[in-house]
C-alpha cells in the first residue's frame, strides 16, 4: 500500500514588511524634519548667506550646518521607530531576524522619505527653473542685468581724479559684448585669451579714459575675480553635495537603530503615553 502524504495547511507567512508602517514612519519623520528645520528658520539660521559681507561668520555656519545634522537625524530615527513600532509582532521567529527585519524597516521608510524629498526638490528646482526662465524672456529687452553687469560696470570707471557723469559709462550692447566674452573664455586653458583682453580694453580705455595698457590691467583683474568667484562657488556647490550626502547616510544608520528600537518597543508592549503630575 502506498504511503500516504499528509500535508499541513498552515497560515501564510508573516510579511516581511509592513507597508502601512513604513507610510506612518515617513509621514512623522518628515513632519518632524519640517518642524526641526522651522525651528532653525526661525533661529536666524536662514539669514546665512553665500554673499561675501552679507552672512555671519563661520561659527554660525557650522551651527546652522550641525542643526541640519540634528534634524536629519532626528527625523530618520523618529521615522524608523514609527515604522517598527506599528508593525505587525512577527511569531516564531528568532531574535535576531526580527531586529533584522525591524532594522530593515527602519532602513525602507529611509528610502521613502529620500525619494519623496528627491521628488520634492526635483519639482521645486523645475518650477523655479521655469520661472526664472519666464522671467529672463520677459525682461531681456528691459536691460536686466546678469551676474557679471556689476563687474563689468566697475571696468569702464573713470580714472582717479575725474569726475563720474550719472550717465552709463557703457552702453547696454557693449555690456553685453563684454559679457559674452568673459563667458566664452570661463572654463578655457590658459584663460582670457590676448586677443579677447584687447578687444575688451580698446572697449574700456575711451570710456575710462585711460591708456590701453592700465585697462588691460583692469580686464586681467576682474577676469581674476570672476574665475575666484566661480571656482568659489563650484567648490561650495561640491562642499553642499557631500554634506548632504554624508547627512543622509548617518540618517540611514538613525533609521536603522530607530527601527531596532522601535520593535523591542513593540515586543516588550513598553507604555507609550504622556503622563501630566497633577491630572
Not at 509621514?27 to 536666524?44: C, K, P, Q
Not at 552679507?54 to 521615522?79: E, M, P, R
Not at 553635495?241 to 531596532?260: C, F, M
Request: with cysteine; net charge neutral; glycine share 12%.
Amino acid at each position: 500500500m502506498a504511503d500516504v502524504i499528509e500535508i499541513e495547511a498552515g497560515t501564510p507567512s508573516e510579511s516581511f514588511l509592513s507597508w502601512r508602517g513604513i507610510l506612518a514612519g515617513a509621514a512623522a519623520g518628515s513632519a518632524v524634519s519640517l518642524v526641526l528645520i522651522s525651528l532653525g528658520v526661525a533661529s536666524g539660521l536662514s539669514l546665512l548667506s553665500p554673499w561675501p559681507g552679507q552672512s555671519y561668520s563661520g561659527l554660525a555656519a557650522s551651527v546652522a550646518a550641525l542643526w541640519g545634522l540634528i534634524a536629519t537625524i532626528g527625523s530618520f530615527l523618529v521615522a524608523g521607530f514609527v515604522a517598527a513600532r506599528v508593525r505587525p509582532r512577527v511569531a516564531e521567529v528568532p531574535i535576531n531576524e526580527v531586529e533584522f527585519r525591524d532594522g530593515l524597516q527602519g532602513m525602507v521608510t529611509w528610502a521613502v522619505c529620500v525619494l519623496i524629498g528627491g521628488m520634492i526638490a526635483a519639482s521645486a528646482g523645475g518650477a523655479a527653473l521655469h520661472a526664472g526662465s519666464s522671467a529672463v524672456a520677459k525682461f531681456a529687452d528691459r536691460n536686466s542685468s546678469s551676474p557679471l553687469s556689476g563687474m563689468i560696470s566697475t571696468l569702464a570707471a573713470p580714472a582717479e581724479g575725474k569726475t563720474a557723469t550719472a550717465a552709463p559709462i557703457l552702453t547696454t550692447d557693449e555690456t553685453r559684448t563684454i559679457e559674452a566674452v568673459f563667458m566664452r573664455s570661463f572654463g578655457r586653458d590658459g584663460g582670457l585669451a590676448p586677443k579677447d583682453r584687447t578687444f575688451v580694453a580698446n572697449i574700456i580705455a575711451p570710456k575710462a579714459g585711460i591708456p590701453v595698457s592700465d585697462a588691460e590691467t583692469r580686464v586681467d583683474t576682474a577676469y581674476a575675480d570672476a574665475m575666484a568667484a566661480l571656482d568659489k562657488a563650484k567648490k561650495a556647490t561640491e562642499l553642499s553635495g557631500l554634506l548632504t550626502g554624508i547627512g543622509l547616510l548617518i540618517g540611514l544608520g538613525a533609521a536603522w537603530y530607530g527601527g531596532i528600537r522601535g520593535g523591542k518597543s513593540r515586543d516588550e508592549s513598553t507604555s507609550s503615553r504622556f503622563r501630566f503630575s497633577g491630572w
